[in-house]
T-cell receptor, first 109, second 114 residues
Framework: SQTIHQWPATLVQPVGSPLSLECTVE??????LYWYRQAAGRGLQLLFY??????ISSEVPQNLSASRPQDRQFILSSKKLLLSDSGFYLC????????FGQGTRLTVV | QKEVEQNSGPLSVPEGAIASLNCTYS??????FFWYRQYSGKSPELIMS????GDKEDGRFTAQLNKASQYVSLLIRDSQPSDSATYLC??????????????FGKGTKLSVIP
């Protein structure tokens, strides 16, 4: 069966520091992968999606970037975090419906 | 811009009652519809999917779809305190480049009062 791993679960980072969140999927090949962000009390905002290695589409211009160095690995990065980057970050893969990782609670201080 | 709309709530129901959650969507061509449950601080989990007009039942959950009205709902019978969560409606949209994305509503927060 397919599983999705995302880490770390929680992260507290100072403003201006870099960020790297990693997501890996097991049990499927060439998955469509997604990064979502959920701000406090808000809905799920799609940040990036990828249909294959090296293929990244960005949904919103912002302080973040994504990379897909391997088929089942998806990385979310930032060179310099802003306070507004705080939120709950979710990695997901889709067949028809979406399946989510456990999420990373990021607090920028 | 494809949209999915939900009442944000909170919706409060007494234990044992029926909770009714509603969702409307803008893309008339949508063919699949999903309901996710999200407990506070946790990631969303899929609880129901529906593809055809009418009702689909799974245990205490019933999803209802009306494509003509662009409306999908989730009924929870015999509501339990453990059903207290935020319920997200999701509708896929083909985005080209071989992928499709799920567009989520903002969610309805349900509280079941013992």
């Amino acid at each position: 069966s397919q599983t999705i791993h995302q880490w770390p679960a929680t992260l507290v980072q100072p403003v201006g520091s870099p960020l790297s969140l990693e997501c890996t999927v097991e049990g499927t090949s060439n998955p469509n992968l997604y990064w979502y962000r959920q701000a406090a009390g808000r809905g799920l905002q799609l940040l990036f999606y990828s249909v294959g290695i090296g293929q990244i589409s960005s949904e919103v211009p912002q302080n973040l970037s994504a990379s897909r160095p391997q088929d089942r690995q998806f990385i979310l990065s930032s060179k310099k975090l802003l306070l507004s980057d705080s939120g709950f970050y979710l990695c997901a893969w889709t067949s028809n419906e979406a399946f989510f990782g456990q999420g990373t609670r990021l607090t920028v201080v | 811009q494809k949209e999915v709309e939900q009442n944000s709530g909170p919706l409060s129901v007494p234990e044992g009652a029926i909770a009714s959650l509603n969702c409307t969507y803008s893309d008339r061509g949508s063919q699949s519809f999903f309901w996710y449950r999200q407990y506070s601080g946790k990631s969303p989990e899929l609880i129901m999917s529906i593809y055809s007009n009418g009702d689909k039942e799974d245990g205490r959950f019933t999803a209802q779809l009306n494509k003509a009205s662009q409306y999908v709902s989730l009924l929870i019978r015999d509501s339990q305190p453990s059903d207290s969560a935020t319920y997200l409606c999701a509708v896929p949209a083909y985005s080209g480049a071989g992928s499709y994305q799920l567009t989520f509503g903002k969610g309805t927060k349900l509280s079941v009062i013992p």
